[in-house]
């Protein structure tokens, strides 16, 4: 909205200082600082609302050291979250772009369904929440929306540069060759050289016409890799500050990979497709951040309020859909490395329980507990300890994932 009255005002009355509104760098950081403030601020405020409507988190005991005294915490704090990231967005976001409007609807969305979930947990007393079947078909339907925008629009394309001329971004030389504007299905694999994976290859064998169906392959791509990730980041959501921690790293890193790609002189100079408009995100996902990191001043260990699933499915949504949008999904497993870990210890020891039982009589586990950091839990360390070493895999995994940009 402020983006949108200070370009009219620079463009119809000259105003001074109303066109720094046009500069990506600037709108970021107002948006990040936004973002921490409405979390510090009115992040309290919310809490003591959540005490006094006695919103508290029902614990299991699961034999864990300091999980008793988390009874009775407030919980649905990723209120706090989606307020930091959604006002920061409408007021700085030019919101006329494709991937902004994409991105608003996915974290809305999401919100939503955790919120549901929440609400049932909360104050309808079930411990269960919502139905997972239903969490899936909510999931399934943000992945069906998402992927048809990206897809459809003619707004969301990519330019290549045919004869790469490696652009210095330092002095901003250009080179002489022309970047070619399509509307592709193209995405980055990493360190492989001309790193690009058409999903239009995916049904090559079907022969002629098979292209017309692409929209098919790429809308379930999306849908399974939102699904993935947003079940990630719930599954992750178990330690104080764990799933806050780990999705700030997560989210600077994509904010830097969103600026190179929205960049034709950092794009030529990487040798990365370059995608037009897709630089408005870096204000989006400023404001992601800004909300992980000022939500952890209450998150972290021993937390104040625990964000539920109303800010974990939509984290792990805003995350996926990102990754999506500026064509780097296939960099999900490495970036969101903790994200995948934790989602494949349950799956591990579910799978290893169910055979185990089957074959001998008598389930068998392969952790301690999962998710997996429950199982460090059960070796006696202590949860601050737990999370901080997770998020320092985090930041491992973040550089790796930037280093594919160059390392081919």
Known sequence: MLYHLFTYLDQTYDLPGAGLFQYLSFRAA????????????????????????????????????????????????????????????????????????????????????GFIDDYIKVFRKNKKGLAGKFKVIGQVGVGIIVGAMLYFSPDVTIKENPMTSSVDPITNVAGTSEWVETKSTKTTIPF???????????????????????????????????TAVSNGANMTDGLDGLATGTSAIIGTTLA?????????????????????????????????????????????????????????????????????????????????GIFLIENLSVMIQVSWFKYTKKKYGEGRRVFLMAPLHHHYQKKNLPESKITARFWIVGILLAVITIVTLKVR
């Open 30 to 113: 107002l948006s990040v600082i936004t973002s921490l403030l409405i979390s510090l601020v009115f992040g309290k405020r919310v809490i003591q609302w959540l005490q006094l409507k006695q919103v508290g988190e029902i614990v299991r005991d699961l034999g864990l050291e300091g999980q008793m005294q988390k009874q009775g915490t407030p919980t649905m704090g990723g209120l706090i979250i989606l307020a930091s990231i959604l006002i920061p967005s409408l007021l700085f976001n030019d919101l006329t772009n494709i991937y902004v409007q994409t991105m608003i609807l996915a974290t809305v969305w999401l919100g939503m369904i």
């Open 192 to 226: 492989i050289k001309n790193n690009e994976f058409d999903y239009a290859w995916l049904i090559d064998w079907m022969g002629e016409g098979a292209a017309d169906y692409t929209w098919i392959v790429f809308i379930l791509m999306v849908i399974i890799i939102v």
């Open 256 to 336: 830097i990979l969103a600026y190179v790609s929205g960049n034709y002189i950092f794009a030529d100079y990487l040798n990365i497709m370059f995608i037009p408009e897709s630089g408005e995100l870096v204000v989006y996902i400023a404001a992601f951040v800004g909300a992980c990191i000022g939500f952890l001043w209450y998150n972290a260990f021993p937390a104040q309020v625990f964000m539920g699933d109303t800010g974990s499915l939509a984290l792990g949504g805003i995350i996926a859909t990102f990754a999506i949008a500026i064509r780097k999904e296939l960099l999900i497993p490495v970036l969101c």
